[in-house]
């Protein structure tokens, strides 16, 4: 969930990394559902279609594929160029996500509020994140990300995306009200677990996770992350840049190989989102 600072630069941000690293070979965890085919999603359509009646203002046409598309070459001509998370964000209704009020700007490459102080990312940012997940060795191997947790549900938006390219998703939500709203938006989705609590304790049950992504940045990232990340997961997050001035995304490979379990991180571009915290409101 990004914050509402003025417009920055177009996607992407040209700045040179920061770090850089080479993850290992994934473990046999990952080996294990390598080349499993993804099946598509097809509950989405009739979600989606319970949630038009519901929040769609009548006139606007924003269900047509055309729309969402129209936003898609936007992007491709900006420098997203995964066609999975193209596709992704081609088939997500982004409208049925934000207030009806908002529903006109939905597929502008911008944030909007969702109440309770939080966002609905843009579109650009959320499909560089997830396409940094695609590139992790282990989801190559398996053709898509396995099993994601999400720190910080917002209105359900990215959850819905997610989906779209995992098996499964567990996402995290602190604010009730947020959860809430969340969990009528994706009635349905069965395979998207939905849990209020504390996104800096992640989600221990359902451990481990081949993808963590966050919708929320902090000083460093917590512990109890990296504890759930499985060998060969990738997680990527908005944490604060090294100067101590602004975000930058980080993104952190688990690998397990003849010399032990490690953790490799690089730095990516400045990024803006809003702060992790901890408990629940």
Sequence with gaps: MTSLPPRPKRFPLSLDKLGSARPGVPGAAAAAEAREPLKPQGHWQQAAAIKARQTTPIGLGLD????????????RRE?????????ALATVHRHHFVDSALATQAYEDTSLPIGHGQTISK????????????????ARQRGHLGKVLEIGTG???????????????VSVERLKPLHDKARANLVGHHQIRLVYGDGMLGHRPSAPY?????????????????DQLAPGGRLVAPMTAPSGRGQVLVLIDHVRDAAGSRFLRSLHEAVLFVPLKSGVL
């Excluded at 594929?65 to 992007?75: C, I, K, N, S, T």
């Excluded at 420098?79 to 998370?85: M, T």
Aim: aromatic share 2%.
């Design 79 to 87: 420098g997203l160029s995964d066609d999975r998370v193209l596709q």
């Design 64 to 75: 047509s594929a055309g729309v969402r598309q129209r936003m898609v070459d936007r992007l």
């Design 155 to 169: 209105c359900g938006y990215q959850a819905a995306l997610l989906m779209q390219l995992s098996r499964q998703v």
């Design 123 to 138: 579109p650009s940012v959320v499909g560089r994140m997830m396409a940094l997940m695609l590139e992790a060795p282990g």
């Design 210 to 226: 081949d993808s963590i992504i966050s919708a929320a940045g902090g000083d460093d990232i917590p512990q109890a992350w990296l």
